[in-house]
């Protein structure tokens, strides 16, 4: 399975960004919990959002209210709309599985990330 987000870019405090994230390889897409995860500087990488294959969303606490997760299972695509954005959402954002059991453990290795910066 390959993962390759984009959609990152420079952005200034308050602005939104919309990344995507292309899943090849899997026959199984549809059937995949899908997180979107982000790394900052220094940090550990945490699970942001995540969708179910029937498209229940959930959220960390801290982008509750100003990002959105959604999906189109017929094109293995993940999106994450990002609004509202602050500096310390700045981090690489990765896609990724989720582990049926937790829906918190990524299942394959990462593939590319995608950098959002946002400047104050």
């Known amino acids: 399975v390959q993962l390759q987000a984009s959609g990152g870019g420079l952005v200034q405090a308050g602005e939104s960004l919309r990344l995507s994230c292309a899943a090849s390889g899997s026959a199984i897409f549809s059937a995949d919990t899908m997180g979107w995860f982000r790394q900052a500087p220094g940090k550990m990488r945490e699970l942001v959002a995540s969708?179910?294959?029937?498209?229940?969303?959930n959220y960390a606490d801290s982008v509750k209210a100003r990002f959105t997760i959604s999906r189109d299972n017929a094109k293995n695509m993940v999106y994450l709309q990002m609004n509202s954005l602050k500096p310390e959402d700045t981090a690489v954002y990765y896609c990724?599985?989720?582990?049926?059991?937790?829906?918190?453990?990524?299942?394959?290795?990462w593939g590319q990330g995608t950098l959002v910066t946002v400047s104050s």
């Open positions: 990724n599985a989720l582990l049926p059991s937790d829906l918190r453990t990524p299942v394959f290795a």
């Open positions: 969708i179910t294959s029937g498209g229940s969303a």
